[in-house]
């Protein structure tokens, strides 16, 4: 069985060929573009293999392109507010954004809001799931960055609020960027950040394993599949690459240039905004605000390739390429429903676009229930409750309407 074949997703700030486009990794060659709108930093994601999306720059919506179907933008999700970072779960079931300083997560499914987290203190920058999908952390403005189980946020106890499962706190400024590795809950965490410094985390415990001081403000920061070395990119266009081999690695420690593996990549002529590695390590991709994206060899640190963009770019990942992505015939399995603004659609008059109801059965439901069967029966009784309790309302909205417009 042959490898994916990897692609570079990326897009910049001015937006004026294309929105985001996507690239052959090796040859660089254009493959699709899609037009519409430029996307902010950190808030390009791709849900599910089906759909990619983008916040719109400085805007209170996220652009959506079915992933085959380039031409013309398909849907636009609302939003309560600017979005400054966006992510989706692996998994395709959750999407997650950041909103000034609160975290929104919807369930992909039904559109649902279903739960606003505010525990920063000031605006998101930064949003990562781990790999399983099972964790998310988010990084802010307030020099925090914080570790979410998602099985507590998704609960279904109104009257509990969700706490994150670690406060990460050992910076002093700014979290710019956070990088996710392999492994789900035994995951390792990298976060970047203003102070100079990168900081490298166990997920399970939230116990800081390394912490790396630079010359210079880090803005992005990745590590190689095998995690043996850390990248980051600096506010002076270089990208230092930190191995987590040295025998004289010790916790805290500065960064210089030696023959252990400790180098520096030098091209970018301003900040480095995003870095992504290939899936086999041999290649370093980064984007900078000189408005071009670098691949790089990373044995010999030569860059193998330079792409010019028209503007500051914002994002720049390499990816499997979804199975369906050159299939110019294929549709999504299931279309996005209409995503809510608030945590309960009914009470603000969104509705639900289907005219259904969305139970989310409990874990303890089967124990209070019974069987299977009879499962099914309360669920019907449920919904014809809802049915009859819908009926009802329409019916004092009818009178106290007739009312109104009677005249005296």
């Known amino acids: 069985m042959s490898a994916p074949m990897e692609i570079v997703l990326s897009a910049d700030s001015a937006g004026q060929l294309w929105n985001c486009a996507v690239l052959e990794l090796h040859s660089g060659t254009n493959l699709l573009a899609y037009r519409g709108g430029n996307t902010s930093s950190r808030s390009l994601t791709v849900l599910n293999g089906e759909y990619i999306l983008g916040a719109q720059l400085g805007k209170n919506f996220i652009n959506v392109w079915e992933i085959q179907r380039k031409d013309q933008l398909q849907q636009k999700i609302v939003c309560p507010g600017i979005v400054t970072c966006l992510t989706a779960s692996p998994n395709g079931l959750y999407l997650v954004a950041g909103i000034a300083d609160a975290i929104y997560l919807w369930e992909v499914s039904s559109g649902n809001l279903l739960a606003i987290l505010s525990r920063h203190y000031q605006d998101l920058t930064c949003l990562r799931f781990s790999d399983d999908s099972s964790h998310f952390i988010s990084g ?22 969700p706490e994150p499962r670690h406060v990460l706190s050992r910076h002093s400024l700014p979290i710019t960027d956070i990088h996710c590795g392999l492994m ?41 599949p095998c995690e ?45 905004t995003c870095l992504s590695v290939s899936m086999d390590g041999t290649l370093l991709l980064s984007g900078s605000h ?30 499997p390429a979804p199975a369906n992505m050159f299939l110019p015939d294929s549709r999504p399995g299931i279309p996005l429903p209409r995503f809510s603004r608030h945590l309960n659609p009914s009470e603000q008059g969104e509705g639900v676009e289907t005219g259904g109801v969305c139970l989310r059965l409990a874990p303890h439901t089967q124990s209070v229930f019974g069987d299977g069967e009879n499962t099914k029966v309360r669920v019907s009784e449920l919904e014809e409750e809802v049915r009859t309790l819908k009926k009802v309302n329409k019916d004092l909205y009818d009178f106290s309407t007739q009312l109104l417009t009677k005249p005296s």
């Not at 025998?247 to 400790?262: A, I, P, V, W």
């Open 228 to 272: 043996y070395y850390l990248f980051c990119g600096g506010s002076d266009g270089g990208i230092f690459q930190v191995s987590l081999c040295s025998q004289s690695l010790s916790r805290d420690k500065t960064f210089q240039s030696d023959n252990e593996g400790n180098q520096v990549f030098k091209g970018h002529r301003n900040l480095v």
């Open 184 to 224: 789900g809950p035994q995951a390792r965490v990298a976060t970047a950040s203003l102070d100079q410094t990168v900081k490298l985390w166990e997920l399970s415990s939230g116990e800081m394993l390394l912490s790396v001081l630079f010359d210079v403000g880090i803005m992005s920061v990745t590590l190689d």
């Open 140 to 161: 802010g403005k307030d020099n925090l960055a914080l570790v979410w189980s998602l099985a507590s946020v998704v609960q279904l106890d109104p009257s509990h609020t």
């Open 290 to 319: 000189d408005e071009t994206i670098r691949l790089w060899d990373i044995q010999s640190k030569q860059s193998v390739r330079s792409i010019n963009h028209k503007g500051p770019v914002t994002n720049a990942l390499i990816i």
